[in-house]
């Protein structure tokens, strides 16, 4: 009796839902749909890396602060160049994930 009920238990979850067997491996996808699918991945692409120039930026800085706490301690080591490094690329950084992505995205 426990057979028979959860085969038509199981039988009444799948009977919902049968187009999706039949159609398996036969779905068509438009040029268009294909397009949009693409460009939104590559739409993603771009603000990850706008976003991770943000990050890797607001990283420089901080470690610029941290060279420069150092550099005040001791002015030998670390010198006071790698501090102005470290603050010039993450000025840059900051300022690049600020920049405008062409009008397509």
Do not use: C, W
């Given at each position: 009796?426990?057979?028979?009920?959860l085969?038509?238990?199981?039988?009444?979850?799948?009977?919902?839902?049968n187009?999706?067997?039949?159609?398996?491996?036969?779905?068509?996808?438009?040029?268009?749909?294909?397009?949009?699918?693409?460009?939104?991945?590559?739409?993603?692409?771009?603000?990850?890396?706008?976003?991770?120039?943000?990050?890797?930026?607001?990283?420089?800085?901080?470690?610029?602060?941290?060279?420069?706490?150092?550099?005040?301690?001791?002015?030998?080591?670390?010198?006071?160049?790698?501090?102005?490094?470290?603050?010039?690329?993450?000025?840059?950084?900051?300022?690049?994930?600020?920049?405008?992505?062409?009008?397509?995205?």
């Amino acid at each position: 009796m426990k057979k028979i009920t959860l085969f038509l238990l199981s039988s009444v979850i799948f009977s919902d839902d049968n187009a999706a067997f039949y159609n398996a491996g036969k779905v068509a996808q438009s040029p268009q749909s294909a397009f949009e699918t693409a460009q939104s991945f590559i739409d993603f692409g771009a603000q990850f890396m706008l976003t991770l120039l943000l990050i890797s930026g607001i990283a420089m800085l901080m470690g610029a602060l941290v060279q420069f706490v150092e550099h005040r301690k001791n002015p030998v080591n670390p010198p006071l160049s790698r501090v102005m490094t470290f603050l010039f690329i993450g000025i840059t950084l900051v300022l690049a994930s600020f920049i405008p992505l062409p009008e397509g995205y």
